[in-house]
């Protein structure tokens, strides 16, 4: 800890008694070598540990961090507080630390009042009241203002008897008194908070839910979504509304061979022949490279810097590298390998996946054929074939009979895809089955490279959520495409990829000469082609949807972003909630 001496002066006989109190203190309390082998905790961190047992974990040991609006309001009122009222001597931004507590910090001031130091920290928000309307410390805000206190005390050596709280809100000042029922209280926070440390399994929901709406991790807790889940139970239904509903940021997608990204300054810059674009970092999410334009070094090292995963694609439309700044979570990580090394679980989960897309995909074809009675017919059978194996499906023993029951009912949907096809569409491209690998007609060509995109957003989502993409439960790792990828790639395919798609067919939104290349044997978009497939798979994006679970409208990102999170609520102490989404 760093202070200045020239602020010290001499102490009344109590306090000097006290100074003596703190050095018996010291010696009695033992070595700093108590905390030996533990990283030392942010005194932040008992904070949050006071506020909500799951939110210290979250911040602390999976090391979640989420800088909401609310978190910078606080960072720029520690920075526009108001210079001292008076000539007190006062030290702003002070670091402390101990050894013996194992904590560090930086307290807000640190100012003289009647010949002691006192720690002031300073609150946006308002205080708590008691009985009789007298201002009071939140107890989240009490325990972080007592170890600053005992931290600073132990540096100076010198008693620290009160801490302050300032609260802006209501222009009030609460008073926190470091005795020794302070000094007991803070002790028992360090000891709870090694202990959640050292635990893989992260705690539950706070039992209080008001304290989520001002939470800035609740879009990646999903409080809601948990409580939701027991209410369904008990028949209660209450839409939650702490997940946010729309993207924020936006992805760069690279269509041009001649297209060159660099950087300028916190901004990329987009050069393409002799246009210019300079695009702030914070604007983006993503850039997707399609083809052979060039990202030079400094542009990779300024979306490492910000999370901004990039991703090449061949021309064709096939993942062929890509870097993305998971946060690599170690507990994370080991609760999905224990959770889907279980065969159980994996065979559950892969039910509920394929029933999802098989009941999506029958659930379509009834919506788009039904205005027409010759479609129907023609689809009538199929979609009997597709109700009976949804009908096998829970009953499926091993993963292979699911492929296979899969694959079935995938027959039976393309098959319908032909006559959902406007009549008026040229013949080529009207859709005759699927093939791929490489794709042998317009419409399969399309289907392939709308799924490559899907392909890449949910690799990037994955990777954000911090799960391992190359640890499913359906797919068996024998491709290039990470298992887990495949896997939720089940869940979208119809919704994001094959309604859009059939319904820009329709309105005659494709050219079958200016938007493809065809050579014998395959055929490819062209230029003009990707950047139709792309706005269209961006738009789609943007398009909402009424989760079924939540009852909440979201963006299909959001939907993307938000099962992948349910998902990993499976091995997080709150199953069930994965893979309920359905075409309506
Ligand atoms: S959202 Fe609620 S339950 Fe989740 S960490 Fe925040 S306060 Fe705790």
Known sequence: MSTTDSTRTDLSPELAKEKERIKADSLHRGSPNECEGEAPLRVMALHALLYCERLFYLEEVEEIRVADAAVYAGRRLHVEVAAPDDETPEQRSLEVSSDRWGLFGKVDAVRRRDGAWVAIEHKRGRCRRD??????????????????????????????PQARIRYHADGVTAFVEIDEAARRELDAAVQRARELRRSTQRPPVAENENLCPRCSLAPVCLPEEERLAQQVDSGEHEPPRLFPS???????????????????????????EDEKQKIPIEQLDSVVVHGYGQVSTQAIHLCAQHGVAVQWFTMGG?????????????????????????????LDLARRLVEAKIDTQRR?????????VAYRAWCRPRLEQMLTVLGDVPKAESVASLLGLEGTAARAYFDCLRVLIDAA?????RPDG?????????FNCL????????????????LTVGLEPALGFYHQPRTAAPPLVLDLMELFRTLLWDIPLIGSVNRGQWNTVDDFNVTPGQVWLSDAGRRKAIGLFEQRLTESYRHPHTGQSLSYSRIVELETRLLEKEWTGCPGLFARLRLR
């Open 364 to 372: 379509y074809v009834l919506r788009a054929s039904r205005a027409e």
């Open 425 to 429: 569409t040229a013949k080529e491209l």
């Open 246 to 272: 729309r993207r924020e940021e936006q992805t760069l997608h690279i269509v041009s061979p001649r297209a060159h990204l660099g950087r300028s300054g916190a901004a990329l810059l987009l050069t393409n």
């Open 447 to 462: 289907l392939s490279f709308g799924y490559a995109l899907l392909q890449s957003l949910i690799h990037r989502t994955i």
């Open 131 to 160: 009985d009789s309307g007298h201002p009071q410390a939140w107890p989240s805000d009490r325990i972080q203002a007592v170890a600053y206190a005992v931290l600073l005390e132990e540096g100076l050596a010198e008693p620290v």
């Open 318 to 346: 096939k993942f062929a590298a890509g870097i993305a700044c998971s946060p690599g979570r170690v507990q994370q990580r080991i609760r999905q390998y224990t959770g889907l090394a279980d065969p159980a679980m994996r």
């Open 434 to 442: 699927r093939n791929r690998r490489p794709p042998r007609d317009r």
